[in-house]
């Protein structure tokens, strides 16, 4: 009988270090697509709506394209009324961990 505990002991154990470590990369995995608008406009002192349109019209969605060029940030930061540092700060705060390497 001791080695029939010992063995589901063993079991025990192995199950709930192969839930842990799928609850942990399945979390990963989930990571929102879409740039979180409502807190990158507030960071910048602008509402949503103004953001996103604004952003719509200087640098076109490109899911997998090149990053916005310097003369785009110019433009984008100039009609939101803040500096291209300011704007730089707050897009990297909100950059998706998948970019960070790019």
């Known amino acids: 009988m001791r080695g029939l505990g010992y063995r589901l002991t063993d079991m025990l154990v192995i199950a ?7 609850a942990v990369v399945s979390s990963a995995r989930h990571e929102p697509r879409d740039p979180p608008i409502g807190l990158i406009a507030q960071d910048l002192g ?3 709506e103004h953001f996103q349109e604004v952003a719509e019209k200087i640098v076109p969605h490109r899911p997998s394209g090149p990053p916005p060029t310097e003369a785009q940030k110019k433009e984008l930061a100039a009609a939101l009324y803040v500096s ?3 704007l730089d700060t707050v897009m990297e705060k909100y950059r998706p961990l ?3 390497h790019r």
């Open 84 to 86: 291209v540092e300011q």
């Open 46 to 48: 602008t509402t949503p």
């Open 16 to 22: 709930a270090c192969s839930l842990t470590f799928i």
């Open 98 to 100: 998948r970019l960070h």
